[in-house]
């Protein structure tokens, strides 16, 4: 008979508390699954300014989320992106690219109509936490 792995919930407070019944991520056996992050400081505040001020305090959040795990953006192997306007993309896209650098896992982009609190920008990654 096998048993399940528990799973271990992830919390930090250098990333905004959920905002809801959910947790800042989730780590199962060698992965960890973070919940959408959007562009509120840790204190819970959204961030002043537009799509490059959101984008970057969302990457902020995810590095603070993946730390708390023993993680970072080199360990991310899948990445989804909900935008409000496909046509940020690109400035969405080389903000990205500066936080994984050479580093390029699997990744989705949707527009979608609306995100919580109006905000431009969510983003969601698995990462690996498997030490070798």
Known sequence: MTTKQPLQVISTDKAPAAIGPYSQAIKLGGLLFT???IPLDAS??????????????????????LAAAGASFQDV??????MKDMNQFATVNSIYGSYFGEHKPAR??????RLPKDVFVEIEVIASTIVE
């Open 77 to 82: 192997v899948k990445a989804t992106v909900f």
């Open 108 to 113: 989705s982009t949707v527009e979608v109509a």
């Open 44 to 65: 819970g505040e959204l961030v002043e300014g537009g799509i490059e001020e959101q984008t970057h305090q969302v990457f902020r959040n995810l590095e603070s989320v």
């Open 35 to 37: 919940s959408g992050q």
